[in-house]
Every structure is written in structure tokens, then in C-alpha cells.
């Protein structure tokens, strides 16, 4: 393992040193990064080996990997900008010539461009939505003890029906607008911006992202859940990740299930990442609740599925070492140039 990994290492360096334009910088990526590229080959490898050099070369390998993305951001942006034109009716402070994505939107497109092959459609919902969408449809009515989760902002104004408004607490909202409007076989995905009374802190903020995934079909069970699930995991975090299900409790699916990544970090041993457990919660899932079926005008005899969720913002923090999801909105121009 040490052998092919030096030589990729090599190869990759001289690659990246000889590459003159974006269009070799786009080759050399999927050369390296693709579904079939050589670091997930080796990466594939990783099963053969005992458990002892799995837990010392899957953290490796992730920690190469990221240095390679950096490497090639790094090399796209030396070739991509231009000097200015000089024009003495500018301010005298430097004026940056080229954008970037901010984090969120980055990892957006790196979640859509994992599940659209898969099928799933995107959508979307409304910030401001009023309470059967939000909350009732979903299998929450008035005064269930679940509502004390969100934290809701509510809007001081009512729909044309008299139903309260309310900023969405989770993007849970997409799920009957979808029934609604598309007829099973389904798959759809919606990413964005929720909002919760938070207390602000380094790991929480009133406003953060979402993404969700819904699907209902016919015979629809709980290891096609899973095996979405790892695939989605295997693809963000490395071929070596693993996780597991645990019993959670969601009043719109059942049953429901907590899902835990082994941390990537300390490879299951217990870090300051995972505050020692080896595992870390990356999403929330379960099959969609028979009564949301119903509200939904579908029998749920006929018709199962599941809903599977996730933080990207979390998910970034973990990925980009970031140790305080403020600084995700707060439109920090240093923090984003980092």
C-alpha cells in the first residue's frame, strides 16, 4: 500500500507541475477524483487490508485527498487571474478580479451532483410557510410535544386561511408540496435555508442549511434507506467511512432512525472531533409516517417510502476544520477568501 500510494503521490505531483491551462487542471481531477479515478481505486483497496492498516491508511488517505483539492484550487486560481487594467478613476485599495463559491453553495452543488444521477429532482419550498405544511401535515398537530424542538419564528400574520405564518423550522416543509404536486414513483431533494430561536453559539446559529431527500414508491423499506444512506457518506467523507442506525424518535416518520459516521478523523478510536465517542450524528431519517402519506391523498397500504436529512452546514464544518458555523453567515470577506 505505501508503494502504490508514493507513486500516485509522484504522479500527481509532476501532473499538477506540468498542467499550463484550466482544461489539464479539469483532467488531472477526474483523472484522480472521479468515480473511477486512481484515488478511489486505492481507496477500494482499503477492504483487503486488516483492520489495524485500514485505521492507519483511510485517515491518510482523506487527509491526502484534501491537500490535492487544495493543490488544484490553488494551481486553478494562479492560472485563471488576470492582471487589472490599470484605470486611475479606481480607488486606491486592491480590487479583487475573480469570485469564488461560497462554502454552502460549494457544498450544495457536491450534494447535488451526488444525488442527481440517482434520479432525485430538486426542490424547493418557502422560507415564510404556514403551519399545516410546516408542522400539522407532517404529523404534528397543535400542542404536540414535538413542537418544543424547533423553536419556531412565527410571522405576525395569517394565510388566506387563517393558518399561522412561520419562518420554516426544516425543509420537511418540501414533503407534501411534492405528494402534491408530483404522483409516485418519487424522488426529489430540496437544499436550503431554514430558521430556528437559536441561542448563538459556535455550533448553532437562527439561521442554517438543510438538505433532505424524499422518496415513496411501492414496496419502499428500510434497506433502501441505508443503503442511501452509506452511499451518500461513502461518497462525501471516503470509501473507508462507515456508519450505523439508531433508534430516534421523528413524529413524521416511523420508524425513525439517528445516522452516525464513523469519524474520519481518529478512525473509530475516539478524538476531540467526535468528543470521544469514535461516531459523530451527520442525519436524521426514517420511513415516511403512514398518516403524512394520508394527508398527502395516498394510501399508505399502497405506498411507503422514506425521508433522509442532513446539516451541510455541520457536514462543512467537519470536512473544512471551520470551528464556529457563524462564520458561514456572516459575509466575512477574509473568511471567504481563506
Not at 483523472?31 to 482499503?46: A, S
Not at 489495524?52 to 485527498?65: A, F, I
Not at 467523507?237 to 450505523?244: I, K, N
Not at 469514535?278 to 442525519?283: R, S
Request: with cysteine.
Amino acid at each position: 500500500m505505501k508503494d502504490l500510494i508514493e507513486k500516485l503521490k509522484q504522479d500527481f505531483t509532476n501532473r499538477l507541475d506540468k498542467a499550463n491551462s484550466a482544461s489539464d487542471l479539469e483532467t488531472l481531477r477526474v483523472d484522480f477524483f472521479g468515480r473511477k479515478g486512481k484515488l478511489n481505486q486505492i481507496f477500494k483497496q482499503l477492504t483487503r487490508l486488516s483492520v489495524e492498516e485500514k485505521q492507519k491508511w483511510g485517515p491518510y488517505l482523506n487527509q491526502l485527498k484534501a491537500r490535492w483539492q487544495k493543490a488544484l484550487a490553488n494551481k486553478h486560481q494562479k492560472l485563471t487571474q488576470t492582471a487589472p487594467v490599470a484605470d486611475f478613476n479606481f480607488p486606491a485599495f486592491p480590487v479583487p478580479t475573480f469570485g469564488r463559491l461560497h462554502p454552502i453553495e460549494w457544498m450544495r452543488q457536491k450534494t447535488l451532483e451526488i444525488f442527481t444521477p440517482l434520479g432525485f429532482i430538486e426542490v424547493d419550498g418557502p422560507h415564510i410557510e404556514n403551519d399545516w405544511y410546516n408542522f400539522e401535515g407532517l404529523n404534528i398537530p397543535p400542542g404536540h410535544p414535538a413542537r418544543d424542538l424547533w423553536d419556531t419564528l412565527y410571522v405576525d400574520l395569517k394565510d388566506d386561511k387563517n393558518s399561522p405564518l412561520l419562518l420554516r423550522t426544516h425543509t420537511s416543509n418540501i414533503q407534501l408540496r411534492a405528494l402534491q404536486k408530483y404522483k409516485p414513483p418519487l424522488k426529489v431533494m430540496s437544499f436550503g435555508r431554514c430558521f430556528r430561536h437559536e441561542v448563538l453559539d459556535p455550533r448553532h446559529s437562527h439561521t442554517f442549511s438543510q438538505f433532505e431527500v424524499l422518496v415513496v414508491d411501492k414496496n419502499i423499506n428500510m434497506s433502501h434507506l441505508k443503503w442511501l444512506s452509506d452511499y451518500f457518506l461513502k461518497q462525501i467523507l471516503g470509501e473507508v467511512t462507515q456508519s450505523r442506525f439508531r433508534p430516534k424518535y421523528y413524529p413524521f416518520v416511523e420508524p425513525g432512525v439517528g445516522v452516525d459516521a464513523k469519524c474520519v478523523f481518529c478512525a473509530g478510536q475516539g478524538c476531540s472531533v467526535c468528543s470521544n465517542s469514535g461516531w459523530f450524528e451527520i442525519a436524521g431519517a426514517g420511513m415516511v409516517h403512514p398518516q403524512v402519506l394520508t394527508n398527502a391523498g395516498l394510501d399508505p397500504d399502497e405506498y411507503s417510502g422514506f425521508a433522509w436529512g442532513f446539516g451541510p452546514d455541520r457536514m462543512l464544518m467537519l470536512m473544512t476544520g471551520v470551528d464556529d458555523i457563524r462564520q458561514l453567515y456572516q459575509g466575512n470577506l477574509n473568511f471567504l477568501k481563506g
